[in-house]
């Protein structure tokens, strides 16, 4: 930090009063900030947005946003925050917003659509989402501006359409399909890799379930006054935590449990093995079969960069503020950092070097203290080593010769009441 304060030309020090003072001052320029960060993309405007919400689960109980609700972090007991995030066709982030921690993914969606055709102006634009995202309602909003959609149904969706005769089994191949009625486009699928996943998932349950009734059986076998209630009671209930009750049940046949496949009801789970719709508005005229399909597809760079975001050195979670300013600074300065994540990626491809390679070996840069007679003083940046010329090289930057050598404070303090109290 001392060396930021060199290069940054501070002339006093700091500490986490002026921390969190930065925070808010952040959260009360997000919008320009993001506004300028549009306007930089040029005349050119964006016709299509992909957005997807994730949740960040919170340390302590006091974040004015924090609320328990459907978490994606694994973490249970622990509240939470929602996280919106808009980025255009190419994965870049565009805005990030946050969101109580019950907020539902359909409920933050109408502020993105404001956001897009009003503060960025945008028009002709489609909003890509899952099939959790955009329903009727988000439909509906949609059209009032004149934007249209790229989503995917569900499974009880796609059984509807089936027993309707709008879609037919025979349709769902590796190859794309696509089926049109009432002004609406179905994109059909069956993802053959996915459909083997899912019969190895079924018959791994079943194994487990095969393995605790030998466990119980041998019990009951050892142990004559063991009840067989309580051994079944056991198998079922292990059943139906594997969501498999429809076509595996277990039956008593004296003191032994045995299982009972209903091949036909496990044939008719397995029917959509793989399968999957896309739905969307879009006139053929406008794009194929194949680049709605893809685009659907594109969600996955959304899904990429909350990865990055959480799991990697941009650590958006644990977040420990608790003012709602503060936790939608935090979230904006995470996704600043990943655009600057995705700036070094691109100049690094082709030294053939990962963000996190690149960064290791820039921490060899270093300055030397040189003083003079009369007392003063300055800092000389030797010459980099070959590795280190051509990661500054690719990002167009030159070092200084010298920075001044300015003595700030950097303290850091472990009690500060007054900011850390819920306001």
């Avoid at 209930?237 to 429809?246: S, T, V």
């Avoid at 820039?362 to 051509?390: F, H, Q, V, W, Y």
Wanted: proline fraction near 3%; aromatic fraction near 6%.
């Amino acid at each position: 930090m001392h060396a930021a304060g060199a290069v940054l030309g501070w002339q006093r020090g700091f500490d986490e009063n002026d921390l969190y003072d930065n925070l808010t001052w952040l959260s009360e320029q997000q919008k320009d900030i993001e506004n300028r960060l549009f306007a930089r993309r040029g005349k050119e405007k964006p016709q299509l947005f992909l957005y997807d919400v994730t949740s960040s689960y919170l340390e302590g109980e006091h974040n004015a946003l924090g609320a328990y609700g459907y978490g994606r972090d694994g973490k249970k007991n622990k509240k939470q925050i929602v996280i919106g995030l808009l980025c255009d066709a190419g994965g870049e982030p565009v805005s990030v917003e946050v969101f109580r921690g019950n907020t539902q993914d359909t409920q933050t969606f109408a502020a993105q659509v404001n956001k897009a055709s009003e503060r960025f102006g945008c028009e002709r634009v489609t909003f890509v989402g899952d099939r959790g995202m955009i329903k009727s309602g988000q439909i509906a909003e949609l059209a009032k501006v004149g934007f249209q959609y790229i989503t995917a149904i569900t499974k009880p969706q796609i059984e509807t359409l089936l027993k309707a005769g709008i879609l037919q089994m025979e349709l769902f191949a590796s190859a794309v399909c696509e089926v049109a009625q009432d002004g609406v486009r179905y994109v059909l699928r069956r993802n053959p890799v996915r459909a083997e996943e899912l019969a190895l998932s079924r018959a791994d349950k079943q194994a487990r379930v095969e393995q605790l009734l030998v466990k119980r059986n041998g019990y009951l076998r050892e142990h004559p006054r063991a009840a067989v209630a309580t051994a079944e009671k056991a198998v079922r209930a292990r059943i139906q935590q594997l969501k498999i009750d429809a076509w595996l049940q277990v039956e008593v046949q004296g003191r032994t449990l045995v299982l009972r496949v209903d091949s036909a009801a496990r044939e008719e789970a397995a029917q959509l093995d793989g399968c999957y719709v896309i739905k969307t508005d879009l006139p053929m005229s406008a794009v194929s079969t194949q680049e709605v399909h893809d685009r659907y597809k594109d969600l996955t760079q959304v899904e990429q960069a909350f990865r990055t975001c959480k799991t990697s050195h941009l650590e958006t979670r644990p977040i420990h503020v608790r003012t709602e300013a503060h936790t939608r600074a935090h979230v904006l300065v995470v996704m600043l950092a990943y655009l600057i994540r995705r700036a070094l990626s691109r100049a690094w491809v082709a030294l053939d070097v990962t963000v996190e390679e690149g960064l290791q070996q820039l921490k060899a840069l270093s300055s030397t203290e040189m003083k003079s007679k009369d007392g003063g003083s300055c800092l000389r940046i030797p010459t980099p080593n070959p590795a280190c010329r051509d990661l500054l090289q690719a990002l167009d930057i030159r070092l200084p010769d010298v920075l001044p050598n300015v003595k700030v404070r950097v303290d850091t303090r472990k009690k500060l009441q007054e900011r850390r109290n819920p306001r």
